[in-house]
């Protein structure tokens, strides 16, 4: 059973920067995408940035021009770098890979921007 390992959140102020990594723990046949969702308490879970197997990207309107989503198809992992971190990108995150078959999930990491 292939699982999606997400690292890299925590607590920093605003202004700062945060960086996530998720990467599955096994092969994941016909990848399309991969992305990172988020959802704030008493909010839907929202799509922050996707990334095709091509290579195109795309973002929240909230997140452009802050975030920049990247990935290592050999390694099948996928990053976040998220700089200018704002009070209202406080979420729980999830990392996303949709593959031929099934989509994936992560297990979610905290990110907490502080004023």
């Known amino acids: 059973q292939v699982q999606l390992v997400e690292s890299g959140g925590g607590l920093v102020q605003a202004g700062g920067s945060l960086s996530l990594s998720c990467a599955a723990s096994g092969s994941i046949f016909g990848i399309s995408a991969m992305g990172w969702y988020r959802q704030a308490p008493g909010k839907q879970r929202e799509l922050v940035a996707a990334?095709?197997?091509?290579?195109?990207?795309n973002y929240a309107d909230s997140v452009k021009g802050r975030f920049t989503i990247s990935r290592d198809g050999a390694k099948n992992t996928v990053y976040l770098q998220m700089n200018s971190l704002k009070p209202e990108d406080t979420a729980v995150y999830y990392c996303?890979?949709?593959?031929?078959?099934?989509?994936?999930w992560g297990q979610g990491t905290q990110v907490t921007v502080s004023s």
């Open positions: 990334i095709t197997s091509g290579g195109v990207t």
């Open positions: 996303n890979i949709k593959g031929a078959l099934r989509n994936y």
